[in-house]
């Protein structure tokens, strides 16, 4: 029997305030975990964290740090720690950087991309691991994107940043040695989402082309004809940081309904 329980696990996920982290908080807590969310907006982390399933086993909360600044993401999280916390599930997701051909990217678009998601997401780990490596169950989950396997026109420092992630993801798992700690990343297709929709929007004040249009060209690319949702991408989260998922480790996911080329 497969099993999914989450229960009397520990999540800690980021970008959890909408889009596909929040779907992903939503579905870790609909499988039994206690959820920690972590994102800037204190408003709406405050929503989320109130409209999380909580049955009397379970306990949910929420940090407020800015990915734009690591420190403040160490400094939060370790505070949580030092206080008695221990997570044995961490998501690593953040808004991906603007969009843009790369030559007209500056050297502090990459730093910044690569400090939000390469640089916090190795203090994450750093500060978690011994949790995980106490508790003997660990799942390190990385949302990245398909770009990994595929560059995506448009998006040069997404691109550059998400490549960056998935070498660091592969040698984490490669180095961890703990055969109850997996490290794996979910590589979300076009996902209706905010930041699909701001793409797109960019895209077309760039090129002069109708929204309309990049819609139906980028719907055409998909095989299964249709974009995903964002509880279509926490599905296959959850699913790596079930017990169910324990001999998958180091492995790209993606959820695109076909879109890449290879196999």
């Not at 520990?10 to 305030?17: I, K, Q, R």
Request: hydrophobic share 40%; aromatic share 4%.
């Amino acid at each position: 029997m497969i099993n999914l329980s989450l229960q009397k696990k520990h999540a800690l996920v980021c970008g959890s305030t909408q889009g596909i982290g929040r779907a992903i908080a939503q579905e870790l807590a609909e499988l039994g975990a206690s959820i920690c969310l972590l994102a800037r907006n204190e408003s709406e982390l405050k929503k989320v964290c109130a409209q999380l399933p909580c049955p009397q086993e379970q306990k949910h909360s929420y940090l407020v740090g800015d990915f734009g600044r690591p420190s403040d993401i160490h400094e939060v999280v370790q505070k949580r720690l030092v206080a008695g916390a221990n997570f044995e599930i961490l998501i690593n997701n953040t808004g991906g950087p603007e969009g843009g051909p790369i030559l007209e990217a500056e050297s502090e678009n990459f730093l910044a991309a690569m400090q939000m998601h390469l640089l916090c997401n190795q203090i994450l780990v750093r500060l978690l691991l011994p949790g995980m490596k106490k508790s003997q169950y660990g799942r390190i989950i990385n949302i990245i994107s398909t770009s990994v396997r595929e560059p995506i026109q448009g998006l040069g420092v997404s691109n550059t940043t998400r490549a960056a992630v998935a070498a660091w993801s592969k040698t984490l798992s490669k180095e961890i040695q703990d055969g109850n700690i997996t490290v794996n990343n979910v590589l979300p297709g076009f996902t209706n989402t905010t930041r699909l929709q701001s793409l797109f929007k960019n895209r077309s004040e760039r090129t002069g082309k109708s929204e309309k249009d990049i819609v139906h060209e980028a719907m055409a690319s998909i095989p299964l004809g249709r974009f995903a949702s964002a509880e279509e991408i926490a599905a296959a989260a959850a699913f790596l940081a079930s017990p169910a998922a324990s001999y998958i480790n180091g492995v790209n996911l993606p959820v695109d309904g076909g879109r890449l080329n290879g196999f």
